[in-house]
C-alpha cells in the first residue's frame, strides 16, 4: 500500500547548525514530494518541493534532495535559527492515472536552541 | 491573492449535533482536499474533490461523514451526529490540476 515513512519524530539542532529531516516512500508511481512546515496552531505551508526528474532542488537556506532508486528523499536546512522550529512534513504524490493525492509522513519536530 | 480559506476556525458542538466545515480554494483552483490531524500526530487524507466530482474519498468514513465541492461556492465537508472522537483539526488543501497544493488554517471541531 502506500505508506510514507519519516525520521526523526524530533530532532533539536543549536542555532547555525544544519538539520537533515528524511523520507521514505513505497509508491514507485510516485513523481512529485512536497515538504511543509506548520507551526503551531496554523496550517502547513509549503516550503519546497521536488519532482521525480530532479535530483536535487535548493532554496536559500532549504534544498531537498531525491534518490529515486532507492525512494528516498531529504530535506536540508543550513543556518538553522530559532523561526525554523516547526512540525515539518513530507509528502508523497502521484500524478499519473490512479490515486490522486498526496500521502504524508508522520513528523519532525525540530527545535533550533538558541 | 487569497489564500486557502477555511471557516469557522473554532467550532464546538455538542455530541449528535452536525459540524458543517468550509473550504473556499484559491482563485483558481479546481480541486480541493480535505486532511484531519489528531494533536501530536500528522495529516491523514480523507477526501479529494474536483468541481461537482470526488474523485477519491477512500479516507473518509463510511457512515456520518459527507463531502462535497459545487459548481458554486465552497467545498463543504458535513460531519453528522458528532461523537466526541471526531474532535481533530481538520484542514483542506486546494490545487489547480496536479499541480502545489497549499492548506488553508484548519478548522478545530471539538465535540462535548
Known amino acids: 500500500g502506500e505508506n510514507v515513512e519519516q525520521h526523526p519524530s524530533t530532532l533539536s539542532v543549536q542555532e547555525g547548525d544544519s538539520a537533515v529531516i528524511k523520507c521514505t516512500y513505497s509508491?514507485?508511481?510516485?513523481?512529485?514530494f512536497p515538504w511543509y512546515k506548520q507551526e503551531l496552531g496554523k496550517g502547513p505551508q509549503l516550503i519546497i518541493d521536488?519532482?521525480?526528474?530532479?535530483g536535487e532542488k535548493k532554496d536559500q537556506r532549504i534544498a531537498v534532495t531525491l534518490n529515486k532508486t532507492a525512494k528516498h528523499f531529504s530535506l536540508h536546512i543550513t543556518e538553522t535559527q530559532p523561526e525554523d522550529s516547526a512540525v515539518y512534513f513530507c509528502?508523497?504524490?502521484?500524478?499519473?492515472?490512479?490515486?490522486?493525492?498526496?500521502?504524508f509522513g508522520t513528523g519532525t519536530r525540530l527545535k533550533v536552541l538558541a | 491573492n487569497a489564500g486557502v480559506m477555511q471557516n469557522p476556525r473554532h467550532l464546538v458542538r455538542r455530541r449528535g449535533q452536525e459540524a458543517r466545515l468550509r473550504c473556499s480554494p484559491m482563485?483558481?483552483?479546481?480541486?480541493v482536499y480535505w486532511y484531519r490531524q489528531l494533536p501530536e500526530e500528522g495529516l491523514k487524507f480523507m477526501v479529494y474533490?474536483?468541481?461537482?466530482?470526488?474523485?477519491?474519498e477512500s479516507g473518509m468514513p463510511k457512515e456520518r461523514f459527507s463531502a462535497e465541492f459545487p459548481k458554486e461556492g465552497p467545498s463543504i465537508l458535513r460531519i453528522q451526529q458528532v461523537v466526541r472522537g471526531d474532535s481533530a483539526a481538520y484542514f483542506c488543501?486546494?490545487?489547480?490540476?496536479?499541480?502545489?497544493?497549499?492548506f488553508g488554517q484548519g478548522t478545530r471541531l471539538t465535540v462535548v
Open positions: 482563485k483558481g483552483h479546481s480541486h
Open positions: 509508491d514507485s508511481a510516485s513523481n512529485y
Open positions: 521536488i519532482r521525480s526528474n530532479v
Open positions: 488543501a486546494s490545487s489547480p490540476f496536479l499541480g502545489e497544493a497549499f
Open positions: 509528502a508523497a504524490f502521484r500524478t499519473t492515472s490512479g490515486t490522486y493525492k498526496y500521502i
Open positions: 474533490l474536483q468541481k461537482e466530482n470526488i474523485i477519491d
